[in-house]
């Protein structure tokens, strides 16, 4: 028998599967020390980054009043899934070092429990906050839906619905020595009508895995066409106000929306004219298609982000169901090996340093959450954050209903006089064009900016 099949399947004998291969999961029995350093070093790196970073998050939603909006409480909820997620990490590492499971039979039953948990909670939150971007960003009268309530009943739910649907791992995952190795392995009941793995496995893949991230894409597809559409109005605006073609074409392509440094390139002279363009609406129109592609930038981020980090590990489990459909004599021609189900489960596990960059660090409500923090913590005083959510990273407000909340005002004139005011005062002349021309544009830029 081959001895890296060897090193992540153990032959052995099962109550009621008689002779069998036992998958080892997290455990790995060959000669790959520098290997299992890497792995350790990584895994060690994103649980101390994960745990702070999500810590940070939590602690300034709750210790801020001001910042307990339902957009951040949705970020909560995403950030006790990361930290639950993260606090597996160390019994792993500490299994690929032991190579053996030396954690014990009830260790052996929640870790990959509450990692299947976390894992459907944090991808059904991030679909969650998919679809109220998609209604803030695309949908008439760009406004939340989300209210404090609502966001408590959507979070109970899909931890309830996970812990659910996911009990079962908790009885079949258990440890077993064979021979002189211990391992922590899933051991499927049999049944002479079902197939049991089969009525598991599958339904999961597609409830847990593939479903909430067809809506994801699907959510970000609608934005994206969204912001596509009002790109157009631009290109109409630009060449309006006389903006340089070239110039124009490079900012307003695919590949300018897309690429932060394409079209950034202009010569002397164009940098002369939109400074001689000061105070004029072309500039301040200009302005707004700045914010535009950065909301474009971050969307796209954050969906790729989504798709890598959880694609591998949802493979990874249809791969193992097919494993463990082979007969005991076919152990040639197995897919997978200890180290592909651990490196999908680091990249997984990265997923939970990356969702408090951004959806938070990446945003200026809660960079000056931060600050004020850190200033107390030295006794000094701060402002106070300014709430809003943060479903688009980087901004400061999900929706427009959630900046003019703060305003006690939600018309769109008061969001286009902050604009103006912010940008130059050279702009307090500047005669606004009227509601209907700017109203597609303004609740999908400067409203995303309010986040």
Known sequence: MDNDVNSSYLFGVDE????????????????????????????AITFVVAVVANFGIAACVLLYKEMRTPTNLCLVNLAAADLLFALGVPAVAYTRLTQSWLLGDTVCRLLPYSQFVCGFVLLWTLTLISMDRHRCLAV?????????????????????????????????????????????????????????????????????????????VYHYQRIFQKIIDTRSRWAVSCVT?????????????????LVPWAGRKSSAASVSSRQGR???????????????????????????????????????MLLLY??????????????????????????????????????????????????????????????????????????????????????????LEIIQNRLRTRSNNSFKNIKVQSKKSSSSIGSIIEATEKI
């Not at 599967?17 to 070093?41: N, Q």
């Not at 839906?145 to 908790?170: C, D, E, K, N, Q």
């Not at 301040?284 to 694609?311: P, Q």
């Not at 951004?358 to 923090?373: D, I, Q, T, W």
């Open 16 to 43: 009621t599967w008689g002779e069998r291969e036992f998958f080892t999961y997290y455990s790995e029995f060959s000669d790959r020390k520098g290997a299992s350093a890497v792995e350790v070093i990584i895994l």
């Open 140 to 216: 008439v009268p760009y406004r939340s839906a989300l209210t404090t309530g609502r966001v408590l009943a959507a979070s109970f739910m899909t931890w309830f619905i996970g812990s659910l649907i996911f009990l079962p791992v908790v009885f079949w995952f258990q440890q077993k020595v064979i021979k002189e190795f211990t391992i922590c392995t899933l051991i499927f009941p049999t049944n002479e009508i079902v197939n049991v793995s089969l009525c598991f496995t599958i339904p999961i893949i597609i409830i847990a895995c593939l479903l909430p991230m067809c809506l994801l």
């Open 241 to 257: 106000q006389g903006q340089d073609p070239m110039r124009r074409d490079s900012e307003l392509s695919i590949v300018g929306t």
């Open 278 to 316: 000061a105070g004029s609406l072309s500039q301040h129109e200009e302005i707004r298609l700045h914010k535009h592609l950065r909301v474009v930038r971050i969307l796209l981020v954050n969906v790729f982000a989504i798709l890598i980090m959880w694609l591998p590990i949802t493979l990874i």
């Open 322 to 411: 097919l494993d463990s459909r082979r007969p005991p004599s076919d152990t040639t021609d197995y897919f997978l090996r200890s180290r592909h189900f651990i490196w999908a489960l680091i990249i997984a596990q990265l997923n939970t340093v990356i969702n408090p960059l951004l959806y938070g660090v990446l945003s200026e409500n809660f960079r000056a959450c931060f600050a004020k923090m850190c200033r107390r913590n030295n006794g000094t005083g701060s402002e106070r954050p300014s709430a809003g959510g943060i479903v688009v990273p980087g901004g400061n407000s999900s929706c427009a209903n959630n900046f003019n909340s703060r305003k006690n005002s939600k018309s």
